[in-house]
């Protein structure tokens, strides 16, 4: 799904617009797919009270309380009395508003003295079009509303965040619990600093149009369901193990074992056809124990001290490494006489950093940082949508894929195209989940999936894998493994 900026949207809604659907219709059409959603989702509730801005999010707010009072809940709309300069769609919602009794209009600062029982706050102050800080007015206004403690509905985007760029820090934020928005993501919903004012977000399609969203231009994209399914390849009856690749896990050190022994059982459980383990000996009773499946490659005693080359292969390295002298020697001379795309994880990262060797990566090649160490390759940046930036202009410099490792992943491409992932949760923030990625991906490219669809369908598998395991054994409880074990079915329901 692309990401467009709210300039872009603009466009978008005037495209809809001269195609056939008046703007009025449009923001009927809008309120409709939010009371859709309100009615089965808020069945319980009571009574809304609705705070509407002046422009069209203002209108969108003031049509959803005229149809919730339709469908027979509690309405009371708030607005700011004294400066009614509504935009022409919210003004004629407003006096579409005005004919109906049971629907008290109340100012702004009546606030304090609401009923709370059994209420939903609405915010629909603002949406795309907030340009400029808010007064100090709507500042108050939205640190009285997140105090109160009743479920919070933002329509389209929390008031107070923009669409595509970071606020300034002492900004005041609507802070929601459900983010209804219309037709796209918003590039703010999936940075951490921003995205956690949206709750859980729900995309409602209101049809804009489509021939505008095919041709527009963009470098930032969700990965969602419908893309996943058109990179997934069904395996051919007509196969042998040679078919499906042969991928390499290299790392492990004494004590770390069980970081390469994930990666290894990773990309098994990925399909991978031929599947080895690169690490010192004292992991070689573990990972042939634990792993049967897998082929054990001794190098080194207690750490990494080389490593063998091997034709039509692809390498995963990092997980459990260490960054010994003797490992950091094997790292250089392997990189130094391979030249194929490969994926380089954690210490195996942590190394390159520390020798800012960074043109010994293969062109084409993964990498799979965290934003720690993401910063310890590239350096600091004052913001994650600094990161991003920072991380196009790296990607296209080294001709490398990075996949920024946070709640929402970000790919990006050597094209510089940044692909948010929104499947994980934060039962994936342990010790070990990284590993289990450097596995699917392994095994994905070596079942020769095109690089940048592998990195867009192994860390959508892996959030997918981990959206499961949560669902069994809650976000506390579930573990790495856990994981690992849940990537067949998600694998059942692609086919
Ligand atoms: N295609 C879609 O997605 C559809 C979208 N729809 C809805 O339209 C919404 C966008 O509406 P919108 O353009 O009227 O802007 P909105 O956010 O209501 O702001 C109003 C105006 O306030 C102003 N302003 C800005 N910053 C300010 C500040 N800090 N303090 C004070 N004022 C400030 C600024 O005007 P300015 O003062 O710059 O002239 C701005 O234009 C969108 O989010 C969705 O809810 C649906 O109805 C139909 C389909
Ligand atoms: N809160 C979260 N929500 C979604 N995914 C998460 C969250 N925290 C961590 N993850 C995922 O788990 C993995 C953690 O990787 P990493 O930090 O390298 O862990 P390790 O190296 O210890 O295995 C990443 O893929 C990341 O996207
Ligand atoms: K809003």
Redo the contacts with the bound molecule.
């Keep these: 799904m692309k990401i467009l900026t709210a300039d872009q949207i603009k466009k978008c809604d005037s495209a809809t617009i001269e195609n056939g659907i008046s703007s009025i219709n449009l923001m009927e059409k809008a309120a409709n797919a939010c009371v859709d959603w309100i009615q089965v989702n808020f069945k319980q509730a009571k009574r809304f009270l609705i705070f509407c801005g002046q422009g069209n999010n203002g209108g969108d707010g003031l049509a959803i309380a005229r149809l919730l009072y339709e469908k027979g809940f509690d309405v009371e709309v708030f607005i700011e009395k004294n400066q009614m300069k509504f935009s022409a769609d919210a003004e004629i919602n407003f006096k579409r508003l005005k004919l109906i009794k049971g629907i008290d209009i109340n100012n702004f600062s009546d606030v304090l003295i609401v009923n709370n029982e059994k209420s939903v706050i609405v915010d629909a102050l603002f949406g795309y079009g907030l340009n400029r800080e808010l007064s100090n007015d709507f500042k108050n206004l939205i640190e009285k509303l997140n105090q109160i403690p009743v479920p919070k509905i933002s329509i389209d985007i929390p008031t107070g965040l923009y669409a595509d760029k970071i606020n300034e820090e002492e900004s005041a934020i609507f802070k929601a619990d459900f983010t209804l928005t219309f037709q796209f993501y918003k590039r703010s919903f999936l940075h951490p600093e921003t995205g956690k004012f949206c709750g859980k977000i729900e995309v409602l399609d209101i049809d804009l149009n489509s021939k505008f969203i095919d041709e527009v231009k963009t470098d930032y994209f969700v990965i969602d369901g419908s893309l996943i399914r058109k990179i997934y390849k069904p395996r051919e009856d007509f196969s042998n193990k040679g078919s499906f690749g042969k991928s390499i896990l290299i790392g492990g050190s004494y004590g770390k074992i069980g ?1 390469v022994l ?1 990666s290894t059982l990773s990309a098994l459980r990925t399909g991978s056809g031929l599947t080895f383990t690169m690490a010192p000996e004292c992991g070689n009773l573990i990972l042939q124990s634990q792993v049967p499946e897998a082929m054990f490659i001794g190098v080194g005693e207690k750490y990494v001290d080389d490593i063998e080359v091997q034709e039509k292969a692809v390498y995963g390295i990092g ?1 459990g490494l260490g960054k010994e002298k003797q490992t950091q020697k094997a790292l250089f001379d392997f990189l130094k006489s391979y030249q194929n795309p490969m994926i380089l ?2 210490d195996a990262l942590n190394i390159l950093a520390e020798s800012q060797n960074l043109n010994l990566i293969p062109k084409n090649s993964v990498i ?3 934003p720690l ?1 993401f910063e310890r390759l590239f350096g600091k940046t004052q913001n994650s949508f600094d990161r991003i930036e920072l991380a196009k202009e790296k990607a296209e410099e080294l001709q490398i894929f990075i ?1 920024l ?5 970000a790919v990006i491409t050597p094209e510089r195209k940044v692909y948010y ?1 929104i499947t ?14 450097t596995g699917i991906l392994t095994s994905l490219i070596s079942q020769k999936y095109d690089i940048e669809k592998a990195c867009l369908f192994g ?1 959508w598998l ?2 997918k894998a ?1 959206d499961l395991a949560a669902a069994e054994f809650s976000e506390e409880s579930m573990l ?1 493994t856990d994981l690992i074990n849940k990537i067949g079915e998600v694998f059942q329901n692609l086919s």
């Design positions: 970081a994930m997980p994880d954690a799979t940082p965290h160490e996949v490792k946070d709640h929402h992943t992932n994980g949760n934060s039962g994936m923030a342990k010790g070990g989940s990284g590993d289990v990625l860390v892996h959030g981990g790495p």
